[in-house]
């Protein structure tokens, strides 16, 4: 038998009356990632949980991938065989919106960006709701 439900139904009537919902937060607990064994280990959660996220957004090539939204991952292949001096601030671009597409990072400081031979190697502070962190990566392809 199915419940009867009223003109507003179930989900109207949610949505309206509970003001929590907007206000709820996810959590961030989720997989441990073993980035060098290639496999799933345990949970993190909290800060560790963001800087595990942020290094697997930096590793995701933007619109590769059907499973995440386009609004996930980067865009390295904007840059990498550009010239150094336009693709400096182009990097930097590119990092802070892959990044900030996280709701629980609310900023990048000090974001630096150094070519040393061919690899190119970008360094930042990153705030979050769960505390600090400092983020590097290391692209070793020709820039």
Request: glycine share 6%; net charge negative.
């Amino acid at each position: 038998m199915i419940p009867e439900i009223g003109a507003a139904g179930p989900i109207t009537t949610l949505l309206a009356g509970d003001s929590t919902l907007e206000s709820a937060e996810v959590p961030s607990l989720t997989y441990r990632m073993d980035w060098d064994g290639k496999r799933i280990l345990s949970h993190v959660d909290a800060l560790k949980a963001v800087e595990q996220a942020a290094v697997k957004i930096l590793r995701t090539d933007r619109y590769e991938h059907l499973i995440y939204s386009s609004n996930y991952g980067t865009e390295w292949n904007l840059v990498l065989g550009k010239d150094r001096l336009l693709a400096r601030s182009e990097i930097k671009r590119i990092v802070s919106e892959a990044l900030l597409q996280d709701e629980r990072i609310t900023a990048l400081e000090a974001l630096d960006v150094a070519f040393i031979g061919d690899a190119l190697n970008i360094y930042c502070n990153v705030i979050t709701r769960y505390g600090n962190f400092q983020l590097r990566k290391e692209l070793k392809e020709s820039v």
